[in-house]
């Protein structure tokens, strides 16, 4: 069961007791799971931000032994708590 009391006592960073908060971490809006962004924002709501990556793909093994990859452009989306 969870307290919503003590989930609050980690929404905003205490530096006394090692409390990080919450702001500025990565979240998921379309989760159920406890990384969901109303949740781990504290209810302080979160930005969605856009960027360019390179990422494996295409992947192939190659007898024997080894897996060659092409370099591939993606679209990430990131959201982070406010």
Known sequence: MRN???DELFCQADSRYDILGTRGR???????E????RRMCCGRGFVTHHHYA??????KFVWC??????QCL?????????
């Open 74 to 82: 993606v679209l990430k989306t990131e959201e982070t708590c406010i």
């Open 54 to 59: 390179m990422e494996p793909c295409n992947c």
């Open 4 to 6: 919503a009391a003590s």
């Open 65 to 70: 032994c080894e897996v060659k990859c092409q």
């Open 26 to 32: 990565v979240c998921n809006s379309s989760s159920a």
């Open 34 to 37: 406890p990384d969901d962004c």
